[in-house]
């Protein structure tokens, strides 16, 4: 063994069998303090056992919020930290013969452990690491949750959930590495996320309307504000162009920088693209069919899995799990840099020049599609 984890901390759940068990037995082995989180008491209590000091076992709930929490406090507390947060807890849904006789009895279990567990032990972990300087979070998924198939649809569907929520974690968490925790959070986002069941749900959780009013408020508030200038324009940019900055000329983040005197910190991201093929932003389509009024200036076609061709989301294909990577950029000072009375495009300019540079170096590093 190389001793390669000595010094780490770590946290397995569903670490009293299978892969969790394995990943335990390594870990220890390589130098780390385990924390092992099940509900498997016995097999559990017999892993740390037969792992020595360095290993111990909680009886943990990972669907459970308070559960979850002190389970972070345990390792920070009593192993002086948490490097490493594994969440790798599953429980497989029952096999049916047909999905149109399934009476969904065991979805909200299977979406709790399965994704909710992970969410949790990711939000919990990233509160931790975000004050100490960083961690590894790792997000256990499947086979099932890239490979369409019948028979365990809930289950499959829980496990490409978990993907996608990593991939948005990611991005979200990326600030915290140079501005710690403590300061909010706010995610400017487009008035349609606000249709639906979550519509109640995404302010407790830092998403607001992206006006300039709001941002405003929010870094008045010593906030951070996560600005997507480019907003759907630049997220569903074609494959062909998938590396390519693109705000559509929208320079209000600009605007409100200035207004609220506060740098321009830029961050770009690489992988997210080739989760699908897309075609077309279909701005012609979208005008064709007035949803403009909608602020819809956009309707996106892309070809995915496992149904093939979608408009905008319908039907919603699941994207492949792509090695996303994300690069925080140096911060732009805009009044040091170009004085009291800033030319809106100019800063404009070099923001999107700063971050195509960035990009294009990402994109030369990266070796094959998907997996990176």
Same mark, same amino acid.
């Given at each position: 063994?190389?001793?390669?984890?000595?010094?780490?901390?770590?946290?397995?759940?569903?670490?009293?069998?299978?892969?969790?068990?394995?990943?335990?037995?390594?870990?220890?082995?390589?130098?780390?303090?385990?924390?092992?989180?099940?509900?498997?008491?016995?097999?559990?209590?017999?892993?740390?056992?037969?792992?020595?000091?360095?290993?111990?076992?909680?009886?943990?709930?990972?669907?459970?919020?308070?559960?979850?929490?002190?389970?972070?406090?345990?390792?920070?507390?009593?192993?002086?930290?948490?490097?490493?947060?594994?969440?790798?807890?599953?429980?497989?849904?029952?096999?049916?013969?047909?999905?149109?006789?399934?009476?969904?009895?065991?979805?909200?279990?299977?979406?709790?452990?399965?994704?909710?567990?992970?969410?949790?032990?990711?939000?919990?972990?990233?509160?931790?690491?975000?004050?100490?300087?960083?961690?590894?979070?790792?997000?256990?998924?499947?086979?099932?949750?890239?490979?369409?198939?019948?028979?365990?649809?809930?289950?499959?569907?829980?496990?490409?959930?978990?993907?996608?929520?990593?991939?948005?974690?990611?991005?979200?968490?990326?600030?915290?590495?140079?501005?710690?925790?403590?300061?909010?959070?706010?995610?400017?986002?487009?008035?349609?996320?606000?249709?639906?069941?979550?519509?109640?749900?995404?302010?407790?959780?830092? !998403?607001?309307?992206?006006? +300039?009013?709001?941002?405003?408020? &929010? /870094?008045?508030?010593?906030?951070?504000?996560?600005? =997507? *200038?480019?907003?759907?324009?630049?997220?569903?940019?074609?494959?062909?162009?998938?590396?390519?900055?693109?705000?559509?000329?929208?320079?209000?983040?600009?605007?409100?920088?200035?207004?609220?005197?506060?740098?321009?910190?830029?961050?770009?991201?690489?992988?997210?693209?080739?989760?699908?093929?897309?075609?077309?932003?279909?701005?012609?389509?979208?005008?064709?069919?007035?949803?403009?009024?909608?602020?819809?200036?956009?309707?996106?076609?892309?070809?995915?899995?496992?149904?093939?061709?979608?408009?905008?989301?319908?039907?919603?294909?699941?994207?492949?799990?792509?090695?996303?990577?994300?690069?925080?950029?140096?911060?732009?000072?805009?009044?040091?840099?170009?004085?009291?009375?800033?030319?809106?495009?100019? !800063?404009?300019?070099?923001? +999107?020049?700063?971050?195509?540079? &960035? /990009?294009?170096?990402?994109?030369?590093?990266?070796? =094959? *599609?998907?997996?990176?």
């Amino acid at each position: 063994m190389t001793n390669e984890l000595a010094g780490k901390v770590a946290i397995v759940t569903g670490g009293a069998s299978g892969l969790g068990y394995a990943t335990v037995e390594k870990f220890v082995a390589e130098g780390a303090r385990v924390l092992i989180a099940d509900l498997d008491a016995e097999q559990g209590t017999e892993l740390a056992k037969s792992c020595g000091a360095n290993a111990r076992f909680e009886r943990v709930d990972v669907s459970d919020a308070e559960q979850m929490g002190a389970l972070v406090s345990t390792a920070v507390n009593e192993f002086g930290g948490l490097d490493i947060m594994v969440n790798n807890a599953g429980i497989p849904s029952r096999m049916q013969k047909s999905f149109l006789h399934d009476d969904l009895a065991d979805f909200h279990r299977v979406m709790s452990v399965n994704l909710l567990g992970v969410m949790l032990g990711t939000r919990e972990a990233g509160k931790h690491m975000s004050t100490q300087g960083g961690g590894s979070i790792v997000n256990v998924s499947s086979i099932g949750g890239i490979q369409a198939g019948g028979g365990v649809m809930t289950y499959r569907a829980s496990k490409a959930a978990v993907l996608y929520f990593t991939k948005c974690a990611a991005i979200e968490l990326a600030p915290y590495d140079e501005f710690g925790y403590d300061r909010p959070l706010y995610t400017l986002a487009h008035d349609q996320v606000y249709i639906g069941p979550f519509a109640d749900w995404l302010p407790r959780a830092g !998403v607001i309307p992206a006006t +300039r009013d709001n941002a405003a408020n &929010a /870094l008045r508030s010593n906030g951070i504000v996560l600005v =997507f *200038p480019g907003g759907d324009f630049d997220s569903y940019r074609p494959t062909s162009a998938e590396n390519v900055i693109d705000f559509n000329g929208r320079t209000g983040y600009v605007r409100t920088a200035i207004a609220a005197r506060v740098p321009i910190v830029p961050a770009v991201s690489i992988g997210a693209q080739e989760g699908q093929l897309f075609l077309t932003r279909g701005t012609g389509l979208a005008k064709r069919l007035g949803l403009k009024r909608l602020r819809m200036e956009i309707l996106p076609i892309s070809v995915g899995f496992p149904f093939g061709l979608s408009v905008l989301i319908f039907p919603p294909n699941l994207p492949l799990p792509t090695k996303v990577v994300t690069q925080v950029l140096e911060p732009i000072d805009v009044a040091a840099r170009y004085g009291d009375d800033p030319d809106v495009d100019e !800063v404009d300019n070099h923001v +999107r020049a700063v971050m195509q540079a &960035a /990009l294009d170096q990402l994109a030369s590093e990266r070796r =094959f *599609p998907v997996l990176g």
